[in-house]
Each structure stands twice: as C-alpha cells, then as structure tokens.
C-alpha cells in the first residue's frame, strides 16, 4: 500500500524538477507584475532608470507604462516616440523590452494603455460608439503585435470618474470583451489595472463581468491616503477601521464576485510624505500617530522630484541619515511604518509591511502581487549595508519573492499540521480506497498551494 508521505514526496520531487527546467524567473508558482513607469529615465544621476536597470528573474510579467490614446485614428499612440520607437534615431523602449524575453523565456511583457494623466474623457467618449471600439480593437492587436508584446494593460482612471459618464460602466465592459475576443485568436494577454477605493469600484466596474474577459486585474491597493487629506494616513494600510485599506478592496472584489485567482494585489514601492504645521520632537513622551493635522502638501524627494512622494530609493537613503536622523515607527493598525524628523512625516512599506500583505493575498490564494513600479525600489543597491553578501539591489522586489515563498510554505505547513498529523495514527487502519481518496486530497491541496 502507498503510504501518503512517500507519495508527496515523488510529488515534490517530481514538480520540483519540472519548475527547474528552463524557468528563469521566480520559483514559487505565483504572479509578480512588475510595471515601470518609463518617464523614470530622465530622473537625475543613480536615479535615472532604464530598462536594462530591470531584473527579470524577479517578475513574471513586465509592463511598459504608458502609451496613450490617439482619439482622431481611434488607436494606441506613443506618449514619447524618441525613448519608445526607434525611428528617427529613438531610444527603441519597446524593442528593448520585448527582446528581454530571449534571455528570460519565462517573461510575458504587455504594453499600458492610459495612467493619471491621459485623463478619463477621451476614453469615456471612444468606448461609447460601438463602430470607434471596433476601429480601437483592431488597431490595438495589430500594435501589440508590430510591437512584439505579450498583451496590453488597460489603465483608464476610471471609468465613470474625472469627466467620464455613467455610461462608461457598461461601455467599459464592451470594450474588455471585444478586445478579448479578438485578443484570443493571437493568444494576447488582456488585463487591466484597477482603482482600490470603493467609490471608483462602485462606479467604474462590472467586476463579475470585467473578471470573465480579463486575464488578470491589477489592484491599486495604494494613495489610500495622502496630504490631499490634510492630516498623515498610511498611503497603503493593510487595515483600517474604514474602508480605505487593502482587505476591504480585496475582500469587496472576491464579494463582487472577481475571481480570486485573476485578482492581483498592488504593493507601492514608494511612499507619501507629510509637512506638519509644527515640528515633533522626540522628547514627547507618547509615540506618535498617524491621523495629526498636517499642510495641503506634502515634502518633495531629490529623485521623484515630486510634492507628496517620495520611492523607496530615496525614502532609504533619507532614513540612513545620521546627520539629522529620522525616528521610525510601526503603526499596528495599518501594519505599515512611518517615520518624522521635525516638521516631515514619511509613510510607506518596507519588506515587514510587504511580508503582511503578501501573506494576506496568499491566504485569499490570489492570483500574485503587482508592483507599481520597480523604477523607486532601491534598484542600484546604494541602501544595502556593505558588509552583506547576499544581492544587494531590488530589496523590495527581493522581500516580495521572499514573502511569496515563506508564506506559500506557512500555509502548506499548516495544513499538513491541521489535517493530516492527528489522524497518521490511525491512518493504517483506513482501507485502501479511502487511503487513496487522502492521497488525492493532499495532491489537489499540494497543487494549489505550491505549483
Ligand atoms: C483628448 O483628446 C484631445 C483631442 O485629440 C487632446 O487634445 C487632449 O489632449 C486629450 N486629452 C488628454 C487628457 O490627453
Ligand atoms: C541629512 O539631512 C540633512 C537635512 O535634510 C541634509 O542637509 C544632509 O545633507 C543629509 N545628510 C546626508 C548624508 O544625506
Ligand atoms: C493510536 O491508536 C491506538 C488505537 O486506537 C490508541 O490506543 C493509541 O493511544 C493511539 N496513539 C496515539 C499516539 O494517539
């Protein structure tokens, strides 16, 4: 008779060597979107990131952020023709990303249509005449194509909002479900990138609809909060007392009936920043909170360059500063840390509040995480401590990996803990046909949780 433990390990061992072979981006099964905001090139100095700064064994899908919409042609437009194509001497963005695949077979790379500043009406007026979707369709697979990549990425923000019309709800849909249609004859990937709060759900999605066309939709589970609040808030709380935080907007997704294993959870590599109307010092004795009074904008970085914000890679080398050191906290709450040296407040996520909310997307066995965006973790490496020898770049990128791993293996030992300890005793008095109805279970239970 097989004994169950030996027939898990011919199953380990046998997977693990078919994720071996050939496979050179991550090991653990799950999906990490990686998206990169191309403008990250004209940053100043160590901040400037191109695509060859991108390492792709640490993403399964790649996305050039963003192209635009050409609403004379009804088509998809480069937003910056020099660093994107390569005539007339350009930098040809497209080309060198997609040629990333021959040395990682495993990468899929899509092309981003849209992002904050395409605005929302031009979008809203196109998806409302069906003849304008049609045109919009055709142009799209035959750009994906020319272009060479893997799929298109739609990042309206959002329907129903910012100049758009109730309408865009309906259209919206119309418009995944044609594009999907024509996408499958190609095998072109179709996903969208969605807005986490409430509201913009409410108004801009069919999500049962959206979750059968879709491949995979990428929540902006970030800019939760803001100084547009005027008082400092965790900029991506995992949770919260309202419903301005990451299990709320999963949660209300799976509710709304999105597939759990297409939802991808969105994890900001950057941080928001704060200016108080006076300066915290240190010498007050209760720990601070989040949720103080501050200014209507926020402090600016030297990389980002940018009031409000600030990445990763420059949120650490800012707290590495002895000169005017910054005091660092945990807010339990939102499971995220923070940090204030004066009048300045940072939040943001580093590898412990990515920990928690990766394990939270693997216990709701999503599809994977998504970064937004891989050009402000610390990509160069300059926050690594020099006495350390394990790599020392894309720390943030690392930490997601890592948690993905971790966390994936928590829950199989757990399981194995829960349901399958307390019976070994009695396990050989069980007859043969149920014995192989538990051999089936652990196969199904193993298949989900560590392919
Ligand atoms: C919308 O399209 C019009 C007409 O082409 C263009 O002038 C405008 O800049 C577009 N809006 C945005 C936000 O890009
Ligand atoms: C530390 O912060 C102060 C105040 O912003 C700044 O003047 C100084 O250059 C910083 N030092 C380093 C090493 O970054
Ligand atoms: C194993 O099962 C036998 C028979 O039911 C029982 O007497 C014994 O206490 C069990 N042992 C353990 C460790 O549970």
């Given at each position: 008779m097989l004994s169950i433990w030996s027939g898990l390990c011919v199953i380990v061992i046998v997977c693990g060597c078919c994720i071996e072979a050939?496979?050179?981006?991550?090991?653990?099964g799950k999906v990490v979107v990686c998206y990169i905001g191309t403008w990250a090139v004209y940053r100043p100095a160590r901040g400037s990131f191109t695509v060859e700064n991108l390492e792709p064994s640490l993403c399964t899908h790649v996305i050039y952020a963003f192209a635009g919409l050409n609403p004379q042609e009804d088509s998809i437009k480069s937003l910056d023709p020099w660093q994107d194509l390569t005539e007339h001497y350009g930098k040809g963005g497209y080309q060198r990303i997609t040629t990333l695949k021959l040395r990682y077979p495993h990468l899929k790379v899509s092309l981003a249509i849209g992002g904050w500043n395409e605005g929302s009406k031009n979008y809203s007026q196109l998806v409302a005449e069906p003849p304008r979707r049609s045109k919009f369709v055709a142009s799209a697979v035959d750009f994906i194509r020319k272009y060479n990549f893997d799929g298109l990425d739609l990042d309206w923000e959002f329907p129903g909002k910012r100049g758009g019309a109730p309408e865009d709800k309906l259209n919206f849909l119309l418009l995944v479900k044609e594009l999907k249609s024509a996408f499958r004859k190609h095998n072109l990937l179709l996903t969208a990138a969605f807005g986490a709060g409430k509201d913009t759900i409410d108004v801009a999605y069919d999500v049962e609809g959206l979750g059968v066309y879709l491949d995979f939709i990428h929540m902006m589970c970030y800019d939760y909060h803001g100084a547009w609040d005027q008082k400092t808030g965790a900029n991506a709380p995992l949770r919260s007392s309202d419903v301005l935080n990451v299990e709320y907007t999963i949660n209300y997704m799976i509710k709304l009936g999105a597939p759990m294993h297409k939802l991808v959870l969105g994890v900001p590599l950057y941080g928001r920043t704060y200016v108080l109307p006076e300066a915290l010092h240190a010498s007050s004795k209760r720990k601070p909170k989040l949720g103080i009074v501050s200014t209507s904008v926020g402090f600016q970085g030297p990389i980002t360059r940018e009031p409000g914000f600030m990445g990763y890679n420059e949120i650490c080398l800012e707290l590495k500063n002895k000169t005017e050191p910054w005091m660092k906290f945990w807010d339990s709450e939102s499971a995220t840390p923070f940090a204030i040296r004066n009048t300045q407040v940072i939040t943001y996520d580093d590898d412990k509040s990515i920990y928690e909310k990766v394990k939270f997307a693997m216990e709701k066995k999503l599809a994977g995480i998504m970064v937004w965006s891989v050009d402000t973790d610390d990509f160069q490496g300059?926050?690594?401590?020099?006495?350390?020898?394990?790599?020392?770049?894309f720390p943030l990128m690392r930490a997601i990996d890592k948690s993905i791993e971790t966390s994936l293996e928590e829950i199989k030992n757990s399981i194995i803990k829960g349901k399958f300890t307390p019976r070994r005793n009695s396990s050989c008095r069980l007859s043969t046909s149920s014995n192989m109805l538990v051999f089936i279970t652990a196969l199904f239970v193993l298949g989900r949780y560590s392919l």
């Open positions: 050939q496979n050179t981006g991550p090991s653990h300059d926050c690594a401590n020099a006495d350390d020898d394990s790599p020392q770049n």
